[in-house]
């Protein structure tokens, strides 16, 4: 497992650092890595770091949710609600109906497999879209009309969304009926998260207030030891809570980063956040090497031509449900554009549940993978680079923005 880690951190790496510098964003490299040094190539990467892949993949996104937390401000969600709100399902919902409308004839599958593969590719990826909207969130971008709190929001929750509705239609497809009753799981689950993480915040906020008024000192390095101990176990909550009551772990640790954030002492906050920051740095290599290592690559040379032109056609439909989501904003055409390249990467679901199909033995699930593959391949670095290079142009620094709203 040593020499994989190994060769996970210093390829990546170097692959990241090679990109960067032919101005291809880092993620590209990464994924490259992981696809190359994975099984399904040169199979260098020992099967015990590839038996907990999601684990580990699961912790790096969390840190930087705790990132995104800790960065949020909540008032700027206040301003974006309803936005924020329709991002988590309606692109996702165009997205599918596309693929219920014109795989069958594309692809050659019937109208609940074409379903179950929307289901698939419906989730964008909050491993590539949040670490940019923190960057964004730094950098002042888009921050006066909370755009990346925005995209931050809506990502976090379409993941919910989306996987409700891929268990009910992967039932449907097996022969059972849907239940509707589980689409009743997709509030319960966002509010839930929000609940349990919004107390657990409160609770550790009280915590370190209380170590600082006794004049305990609590080392940031061991602040950010039992933040993530508690992320960990908000997690493990959504785990041991599974069919009696849904809930959001992703959502609880975001919401308790950003309690943490409100009701911590200022200098807390921001250590934290500091912290955080530089543990992503090592996370994120880990995060997308892994997603590309359980890429299997010999399935896009079954996909073919026809499954582009479906996710092509899939995307297009994806971006006029962005498009919705935005009427009645004051954001400008080219902010309304980023939000639309904001919405198209594919990675982290796609890999966690894109061989469920093949796996519990569907006529369509080669074809699935397949396709969902390919997604991966294309969107995941047309997106990234997409929002690398088009945000300073499309999204207007903080300053700026605020003297355009005075007037």
């Excluded at 880690?5 to 090679?18: N, R």
């Excluded at 839930?192 to 915590?207: C, E, H, R």
């Excluded at 297009?316 to 954001?331: E, N």
Aim: aromatic share 6%.
């Amino acid at each position: 497992m040593l020499t994989s880690l190994a060769f996970v951190f210093l390829v990546g790496l170097s692959m990241a650092a090679l990109c960067q510098k032919l101005k291809l964003p880092r993620i590209i490299g990464m994924l490259l890595t992981g696809v190359v040094l994975g099984p399904y190539v040169l199979d260098v990467l020992d099967p015990s770091i590839l038996s907990i892949s999601a684990q580990l993949r699961q912790m790096a996104l969390i840190i930087i949710l705790l990132k995104a937390g800790l960065s949020l401000d909540l008032s700027d969600l206040k301003r974006v609600g309803r936005p924020a709100v329709l991002m988590s399902c309606v692109p996702a919902s165009c997205e599918i109906l596309a693929f219920f409308l014109f795989a069958p004839s594309v692809l050659g599958v019937t109208r609940i497999e074409a379903a179950v593969m929307g289901a698939v590719l419906g989730a964008v990826s909050p491993a590539v879209v949040v670490p940019r909207m923190v960057q964004l969130m730094e950098e002042g971008y888009g921050t006066c009309k909370s755009i990346p709190q925005m995209i931050l929001a809506g990502a976090s929750c379409d993941d919910i969304f989306v996987i409700v509705l891929f268990s009910t239609f992967v039932r449907m497809a097996q022969g059972g009926h849907a239940d509707w009753m589980a689409f009743l799981n997709i509030p319960v689950s966002i509010l839930l998260g929000v609940a349990v993480g919004a107390g657990a915040g409160y609770l550790l906020s009280l915590f370190f207030e209380t170590a600082y008024a006794h004049q305990h000192c609590v080392r940031n390095s061991m602040k950010v030891i039992v933040v993530l101990g508690v992320a960990f176990l908000l997690m493990a909550i959504e785990t041991w809570l599974e069919g009696i009551v849904s809930v959001s772990g992703l959502l609880a640790v975001v919401s308790m980063a950003c309690v943490l954030k409100i009701k911590s002492i200022a200098f807390v906050s921001k250590r934290l956040s500091e912290k955080f920051g530089k543990l992503w740095l090592a996370a994120e290599v880990l995060l997308f090497v892994l997603v590309g290592a359980a890429v299997d690559i010999r399935y896009t040379l079954h996909a073919g031509i026809a499954a582009v032109l479906m996710i092509v056609l899939a995307l297009l439909f994806r971006s006029v449900g962005v498009a919705l989501c935005l009427i009645g904003t004051p954001l400008h055409w080219k902010e309304r554009v980023f939000c639309v390249i904001a919405y198209l990467p594919k990675a982290t679901v796609q890999a966690a549940i894109g061989s469920v199909p093949l796996a519990m033995g569907l006529p369509c699930g080669q074809m699935v993978l397949s396709v969902a593959v390919l997604a991966i391949l294309i969107t995941a670095p047309l997106g990234a680079l997409g929002m690398d290079l088009t945000y300073k142009r499309l999204l207007e620094k903080g300053g700026q923005c605020e003297v355009a709203l005075s007037e």
